[in-house]
């Protein structure tokens, strides 16, 4: 089936300006993640989805930063006034938690990079 | 904050060589994956080792646990220009497998 798909790939943007970035998961993953990559660095967890609800907003930076999930699939991630720090590549990943094997193995939409000019 | 830890973060190599990563983390956990990276852009699943494994093998990678050093490595043998990439190493705690915390990768090159 489809892998996660991301949306839009590439995003420019005015400092100042609000963005949404769409995160489409595997169908029938109940898991959805974001995480946030600086050029050359590691994975910042931001935020975590069992179905529609967060238990697990610990990463968002700020609150300029917000996240929703609706009907279990489709995730929008939102930047309101964006900063020029903002700029990075913000992935998507989902997956189907095995809580009796407890396995959680993730995979990843391509990521939206985002540059705030 | 991350807990795993790549060493070495950058790492050449000459292509038919062998690879070795290592990963380093703090807390106590359920499994370890490793993850590769292409491009700066998705990474992929490559190998998971639960707690209680010490060695797993699959196609030209081996990934080695050890819980009492609470370190992993993972060995690409006979390497190939195709696995340039970046590796990352995830933990899950063991409160539930909910989230992974992930390194901050080493970065492979492999020299044809």
């Known amino acids: 089936g489809a892998g996660v798909s991301q949306s839009p790939s590439n995003k420019v943007t005015e400092k100042g300006k609000d963005v949404e970035l769409r995160c489409d998961p595997i169908s029938g993953h109940t898991a959805l993640y974001w995480y946030r990559q600086s050029l050359g660095q590691g994975l910042e967890f931001l935020i975590y989805?069992?179905?529609?609800?967060?238990?697990?907003k610990s990463g968002l930076p700020s609150d300029r930063f917000s996240a929703e999930r609706t009907g279990g699939s489709v995730s929008t991630l939102t930047i309101q006034r964006t900063q020029q720090e903002d700029s990075a590549v913000y992935l998507c990943?989902?997956?189907?938690?095995?809580?009796?094997?407890?396995?959680?193995?993730?995979?990843f939409g391509a990521g939206t990079r985002l540059s705030v000019l | 904050s991350q807990q795993g830890e790549e060493d070495p973060q950058a790492l050449s190599i000459q292509e038919g060589e062998n690879a070795t990563m290592n990963c380093s983390y703090k807390?106590?956990?359920?499994?370890l994956q490793w993850y590769r990276q292409n491009s700066g852009r998705g990474l992929v699943h490559l190998i998971l080792i639960r707690s209680n494994e010490r060695e797993k093998h699959s196609g030209r990678l081996r990934v080695t646990l050890d819980t009492s050093k609470k370190s992993s490595s993972l060995l690409i043998t006979a390497s190939r220009a195709a696995d340039t990439a970046s590796y990352f190493c995830a933990t899950d705690g063991i409160q539930g497998a909910q989230k992974l915390v992930f390194g901050q990768g080493t970065r492979l090159t492999i020299n044809p």
């Open positions: 989805f069992q179905g529609n609800s967060a238990p697990d």
């Open positions: 807390t106590s956990i359920n499994n």
């Open positions: 990943a989902s997956s189907l938690v095995d809580d009796i094997l407890a396995k959680n193995i993730q995979y």
